[in-house]
């Protein structure tokens, strides 16, 4: 009707960012369960009250794609905010289980105001009982990746993970930028 009507709160306030979130029947139980990034790229799933069920012990997740924050009284330091990687929740090899695909970036330094990966995998992960396992993933690629989706990227009728690898960011003076397109068959 025009306006915002809000709806029930998902989870409480500093929990998760809108872009690193994903809800659905993650625990394959017919619950419903959210997939976030948290502010340091840790994986965590919260259950429908909004507690914590599980948090990945490694950090996953990275972009260099940021906003600034209002100073905190620093003048030589910049106060960033990095935007999470996407999460997607659905059955990739159609054996009734939801699957959670992410991305692991591999950071150069851990530094939360200096972000340069060096490398890159995509994970495909699975509720075990205890918590998200890893089922599937990617070779360790140069670079990071930038987003990735699940389509039928060569109208084969089937789908395919699709995502954009960066090799170069064209950041530092004299170099050029340079990106590719990788689909993966899911069978």
Do not use: C
């Not at 959210?34 to 965590?44: P, Q, T």
């Not at 069920?53 to 997740?61: I, L, P, R």
């Not at 972009?63 to 910049?78: A, I, Q, W």
């Not at 692991?104 to 396992?133: V, Y």
Request: charged share 25%; aromatic share 10%; net charge negative.
């Amino acid at each position: 009707n025009s306006r915002l009507e809000p709806a029930n709160r998902v989870l409480g306030p500093k929990k998760a960012n809108a872009l690193g979130f994903s809800l659905g029947n993650v625990m394959n139980d017919g619950s419903e369960a959210a997939v976030v990034f948290d502010e340091l790229d840790y994986l965590r799933v919260y259950d429908s009250a909004g507690e914590q069920v599980w948090k990945d012990g490694d950090k996953s997740g990275g972009t260099p794609h940021y906003f600034e924050l209002p100073d905190h009284g620093s003048v030589d330091m910049k106060n960033y905010a990095y935007y999470p990687m996407r999460i997607l929740i659905e059955d990739l090899n159609q054996d009734g289980k939801n699957d959670v695909i992410t991305v692991k970036n591999h950071r150069l330094s851990e530094l939360i105001s200096f972000r340069n990966f060096t490398h890159g995998e995509i994970e495909i992960r699975n509720w075990d009982g205890i918590g998200l396992s890893v089922l599937w993933n990617t070779r360790k690629l140069s670079g990071y990746f930038s987003d990735f989706g699940v389509g039928d990227y060569d109208n084969d009728g089937k789908d395919e993970l699709v995502a954009a690898l960066v090799l170069k960011s064209g950041s530092i003076v004299m170099t050029e930028a340079k990106s590719v397109l990788i689909a993966y068959e899911l069978e």
